[in-house]
Nanobody, 129 residues
């Protein structure tokens, strides 16, 4: 089990950028895969991006591909979601989720919430037009 703390949300104009961070407690950070999800008001939860144990194993939802970048810093026990070219439709509560193990982040269709047991509290992102 890990405890996850997110930060970096805020209000930004369309076309702007934000970087979300998700910091994990515990000593086995490098053994965890993680994903970012988002949920807009009145909408279901959407998988945005994932990253495996290897920093090169990443996948993205089509809606964010080319605009968002997920990364990890094992030394800082932190995952990041760099968001650029933000659009009003990106407005949502963003959650990070982590799961011990490999092979979880294989494609955009693998970014599903049922695979992850450890969740952060969420950070709000609002994009104005």
């Amino acid at each position: 089990q890990v405890q996850l703390v997110e930060s970096g949300g805020g209000l930004v104009q369309a076309g702007g950028s934000l970087r979300l961070s998700c910091t994990a407690s515990g000593s086995t950070f490098e053994k965890y895969s993680m994903a970012w999800f988002r949920q807009a008001t009145g909408q279901g939860r959407e998988g945005v991006a994932c990253i495996g144990r290897s920093a090169t194993s990443t996948s993205y939802a089509d809606s964010v591909k080319g605009r968002f970048t997920v990364s990890r810093d094992n030394a800082k026990h932190t995952w990041y979601l760099e968001m650029s070219g933000l659009r009003p439709e990106d407005t949502a509560m963003y959650y990070c989720a982590a799961q011990y193990g490999a092979g979880l982040c294989t494609s955009s269709s693998s970014i599903i919430s049922e695979l992850y047991n450890n969740w952060g509290q969420g950070t709000q992102v609002a994009v104005s037009s």
